[in-house]
């Protein structure tokens, strides 16, 4: 395999000359699916920036269930908020395979240390990243298990690139904090719809603009409160 091209937004973003340097210090690394990234607790030995995968941050359970409380992707950065030894509260799972851009803990942390323009980035995305969280909370009590997939499956077309990309029952399964058999009756009545295509452990999103429809409300509203930490670094790049 060859890393793709595609690049992460946040790092897109950075001034030419920190964003060079942070690149220095970043080796591709590529993320089959469902590759543990991290367990609840687990000192973070390593940050990622995705270029084409889908970071899954579930919360497990003592009765092997899980629910997903975040998702990662090119906008963002997996393994922040952290600080010399620090852990988080979830597992982080590749829940699509692909590409990140990845370096240790300790010189990210001091990269940020160094870099007024990476410090403000990274507070700007975490006070995103707990939005998220948040919102994410309140749609697993409150839609339903077709919408909160819809909401899913285009937050993951935003970030993979393609209208195709793997994603197995198992992991839906983990995200949705749902049986395989309810996550294959919510995806069958999308493809009945005509909204997607879902075979073998590949989905195709073929009506966007419907899937759109179908999807709670906190698709735009997470998307929207991420999209802001873009716009306002590059504000502040070009301020620079």
Not at 171 to 184: E, F, K, P, Y
Request: hydrophobic share 40%; net charge neutral.
């Amino acid at each position: 395999m060859s890393a793709n091209t595609q690049a992460n937004r946040l790092l897109d973003a950075l001034p030419i000359g920190e964003s060079g340097r942070l690149r220095r210090v970043l080796s591709p690394v590529f993320l089959d699916m469902e590759t543990v990234l991290f367990e609840p607790g687990e000192p973070i030995a390593f940050v990622d920036f995705p270029r084409t995968c889908v970071v899954s941050l579930v919360t497990p359970f003592q009765d092997g269930t899980s629910v997903e409380v975040a998702t990662i992707g090119n906008e963002g950065i997996v393994g922040v908020p952290i600080h010399p030894g620090g852990a988080l509260a979830f597992r982080a799972i590749s829940s699509v395979a692909g590409w990140v851009d990845r370096t240790d803990a300790a010189t990210f942390l001091g990269e940020v240390k160094a870099d007024r323009h990476l410090r403000e980035l990274v507070n700007d995305y975490v006070r995103a990243f707990f939005g998220e969280i948040a919102q994410a909370a309140a749609c697993n009590r409150l839609h339903s298990n077709e919408e909160r997939l819809s909401r899913w499956l285009l937050m993951s077309h935003d970030r993979v690139g393609t209208d195709e990309f793997a994603i197995t029952h198992e992991v839906l399964g983990q995200i949705l904090g749902s049986r395989r058999a309810t996550v294959t009756l919510s995806a069958e009545r999308l493809r009945a719809a005509g909204l997607i295509n879902y075979y073998r452990g590949r989905v195709t999103i073929i009506d966007r603009i419907g899937l759109e429809a179908v999807a709670c409300e906190c698709y735009r509203a997470i998307t929207t409160e991420l999209d802001g930490v873009v716009r306002r670094a590059r504000r502040r790049s070009t301020a620079t």
